[in-house]
């Protein structure tokens, strides 16, 4: 606590003032009254009558005036045998003509909007309310922080120049934000803010604060262990929603509003579009692997191209589009890993079925160039112009960005997989005209 | 003959009616002007005590009334009645406003209820900011440290259900026991049911289901009310310690564990010692707190700290009512309070004949 400057004055068992040192003297004069009188200043009297009457220690805040000034005051009233001590400790003194800061409780005082979860602190900055569902969310355990100090909970950093804006706000008595912390337990990283709280004097009371998640991208973006988990953390429960939005959307568990049916058959579709999206992000966490390899297997290039075709048939026809498989009928021997090259021509194919407008066709051919076995999947779509042809093979990117659906992993992955084969994948298209993948790969005796 | 509406007849009936009805407002009116004004001042309702009693009901309303509508809605819609689920999900009359409207939510046990909590919320905070400044305290902070691992588990249930229990006012609700919220749950039903324009047993047995859904999983002990009980049980503090306990609990502003230290001693209910705790005038308090043997200092101390953070108390009269009780003998006391152990529904009922016969 502060160190505030304390008055001091002794009254007899009448409550008249027996002797003061100077400060209160002056006060207690200013006010009117004098030695041999009782007090002149109302609120310093009361509370000396009330603790000779009650024969306990009794102290309270008060504001008094002061000619030009208010003081904010702690006034503790001591009875004794010869009479009552009085000690007045000044807390702070502003104009009169301001008013006093006026406490805020809980029922004024919003937290912080936006936050992500919200907690409380008492002037000690110990705990007295928190989200405990955040504790689950965000791996820490929220019932281990009630009562106990906020830096308990969180590890607060300085800013850049080395001031820890929460220490600042008790301080002074204000709000803060932007304070960068830690979670001890979990190590997430978080922003806090809080709105103070004041008492009836003024002084500070605690703090209603919020949480940020901070957004941060991790310095590696796939980490090992993110795969092991996926399963688990995602697949499962993707799973589950899938399976439950299926059953509502075919109204197994009885009539249902077909607003609702629709629904349950658009979460579902969203569910399936995650997972495919895991699918991808366990793919690149595999091939973005500096020990990554893929089997060099003899295969027939022509029959993997017969097989994704066969994959996507039924896709293709609900969007009315022919696929032209003539030309398919040969062998066209390659060297490459079987299930790696048809992963990459069902993206190659899938891709041209969703860009095709209805009644399109999409042309496979199936050729030896050279040294080089060669697939190509032509499509009638809209075309790429040649300033996005290198574009849409990076991470993330979309051969149409305004288009919904796809992680905008796949030609990455299929691009990555055909040259860890010892092959390519490229593009040859203009705005209009459709476009024409190409893998080729090693060919095969 | 019939009279059609344009008819001199019935334009005098509906005007005259119309005056009846402006008669009957205005008498309203008058009385309740009339008791408004004869009301001691130490009775009447604080703005803040009014606020926030208004915020706990509304809040306490609408999260039932959320939780009902919702599930009677998704009940409907899977039976088939996409009508009505509609109907009740997008209706815009309040169900708040028509409980009050239809004098509802004047029943006392529930209004009882909503008023002491929130005058144990204004309390609890007026102690914390009348705390001295540089007291520190330390009662909960111990107590969750403690040796027993009986009275840490109660004092971090405790805690939980106290950091549950200070949500901000607009997510604030009242933690009512069980048969007022079932009580509660079922009008709050039927005032959705007049959000559909016919009724239907469908309908019906919907929301009949979804209040019956909303019961079950109500529970009774997660209040902070039973935890404060349950924490002054594990600890069954002694003579010698309860003084200091009952004056800590005050410093940490946390009078429904004040309540249950109290409640514990004198093997009272919580509700009946949160009485003692919330009276004005604090006669019967002094006599339970004799009762336990404890001395006038601590007397006095209480009745300070009380004083200071009710605004509903006369501190002024504070001395000359702990002069009296002091010399009280415990044995005395404890005979003036004897009847507050007996069964609930019995004092209820000698309450009841007693406000019967006094009328």
């Known amino acids: ?445 | 003959m019939s009279l059609s509406p344009s008819t001199p007849e019935s334009f005098d009936a509906a005007l005259a009616l119309r005056a009846a009805a402006a008669e009957r407002r205005a008498g309203r009116r008058l009385a309740s002007a009339i008791e408004d004004f004869f009301r001691d001042e130490h009775d009447r309702l604080d703005d803040r005590a009014r606020a926030l009693i208004g915020a706990l009901v509304e809040v306490t309303v609408s999260a039932i009334e959320r939780d009902v509508g919702d599930t009677a809605a998704r009940l409907l819609a899977t039976r088939g009645e996409a009508q009505a689920a509609k109907a009740i999900a997008t209706g815009n009359a309040s169900v708040f406003a028509r409980l009050i409207d239809s004098g509802l939510l004047r029943e006392r046990a529930l209004m009882d209820e909503v008023i002491a909590q929130a005058r144990v919320a204004l309390i609890d905070e007026a102690l914390v900011a009348n705390r001295p400044p540089g007291v520190t305290t330390g009662l909960l902070v111990r107590l969750r440290e403690h040796d027993d691992a009986m009275v840490r588990d109660a004092a971090i249930d405790y805690l939980l259900a106290d950091s549950r229990h200070r949500a901000p006012a607009e997510e604030r609700r009242a933690e009512l026991p069980a048969e007022l919220h079932h009580q509660l749950v079922w009008w709050v039903a039927a005032a959705l049911r007049e959000r559909l324009a016919g009724v239907s047993p469908i309908a019906d047995r919907a929301l009949v289901d979804a209040a019956m859904q909303r019961i079950a999983h109500f529970d009774g002990a997660a209040g902070t009310m039973v935890a404060a009980h349950r924490l002054a049980a594990s600890i069954d503090a002694d003579v010698e310690r309860l003084p200091g306990l009952l004056l800590e609990a005050l410093t940490e502003g946390r009078l429904t564990l004040f309540a249950a230290f109290l409640a514990h001693a004198l093997g009272i209910e919580m509700d009946e010692a949160r009485a003692l705790a919330l009276e004005p005038d604090g006669e019967r308090l002094w006599i339970a707190l004799r009762a336990l043997g404890m001395e006038r200092d601590v007397l006095a101390r209480v009745g300070w700290a009380l004083g200071e953070a009710d605004r509903t108390r006369d501190v002024e009269a504070l001395p000359d009512a702990i002069d009296a009780a002091a010399v009280v003998a415990p044995e005395q006391a404890g005979a003036v309070i004897a009847p507050l152990m007996l069964t609930r529904d019995f004092r209820q009922a000698v309450r009841a004949l007693s406000m019967g016969s006094a009328a």
């Open chain 1, 1 to 445: 606590m502060n160190e505030h400057l304390i008055l001091h004055a002794r009254l007899d068992r009448e409550d008249r003032l027996i002797d003061a040192d100077e400060g209160f003297g002056a006060i207690n004069e200013r006010a009117g009254g004098s030695r041999g009188h009782v007090l002149a200043v109302p609120q310093f009297n009361t509370l000396v009558r009330l603790a000779r009457r009650l024969r306990i220690l009794i102290s309270r805040g008060v504001t008094i005036a002061d000619g030009e000034i208010d003081l904010d005051c702690w006034i503790k009233a001591t009875p004794g045998d010869g009479g009552t001590s009085l000690a007045v400790s000044v807390l702070r003194e502003r104009p009169a003509w301001r008013t006093p800061t006026s406490a805020n409780t809980v029922a004024a005082l919003p937290p912080p909007p936006g936050a992500d979860w919200q907690w409380e602190v008492d002037a000690e900055l110990r705990v007295t309310r928190i989200d405990e569902q955040a504790g689950v969310r965000h791996g820490f355990d929220a019932v281990a922080a009630l009562s106990r100090p906020l830096t308990r909970l969180f590890a607060l950093e300085p800013d850049a120049d080395g001031n820890v804006a929460i220490l600042d706000a008790v301080a002074e008595r204000i709000d803060f934000d932007r304070q960068v912390a830690t979670i001890r337990e979990s190590s997430v990283r978080v922003t806090l803010a809080a709105s103070v709280r004041r008492d009836p004097l003024g002084g500070f009371d605690g703090f209603v604060g919020g949480t940020y998640l901070v957004d941060e991208q991790p310095v590696e973006p796939v980490v090992e262990t993110f795969n092991a988990r996926l399963d688990q953390v995602l697949r499962g429960p993707l799973g589950r929603i899938v399976a439950n939005a299926d059953t509502i959307n075919a109204g197994q568990d009885g009539d249902l509003d077909p607003h609702y049916a629709d629904y349950a058959a658009d979460i579902a579709s969203a569910g399936r579009h995650l997972l495919g999206l895991v699918d991808d992000l366990v793919d690149l966490e595999a091939i973005e692997r500096e020990d990554f390899t893929v089997e060099d297997e003899a295969i027939d290039l022509a029959d993997v191209v017969r097989r994704a075709a066969g994959l996507l048939q039924v896709r293709a026809a609900n969007a009315g589009v022919t696929i032209d498989r003539e030309g398919l009928d040969g062998v066209l021997p390659a060297r490459g890993e079987f299930r790696r090259t048809l992963q990459i021509l069902v993206n190659l194919i899938g891709n041209a079925v969703r860009y095709s407008p209805e009644g399109a066709t999409i042309w496979l051919r199936a050729q030896r160039e050279g040294d080089r076995a060669v697939v190509i999947v032509a499509d009638q779509g809209k075309g790429i112009a040649e300033a996005d042809q290198a574009r849409i093979f990076e991470k993330f990117e979309r051969v149409d960005a305004s288009e919904a659906g796809g992680s905008g992993l796949g030609l990455y992955i299929a691009r990555r997989l055909a040259r860890a084969m010892g092959g390519d994948l490229t593009v040859d298209s203009a705005v209009g005209q459709g476009a024409r993948f190409l893998l080729g790969l090693p060919a095969g005796e």
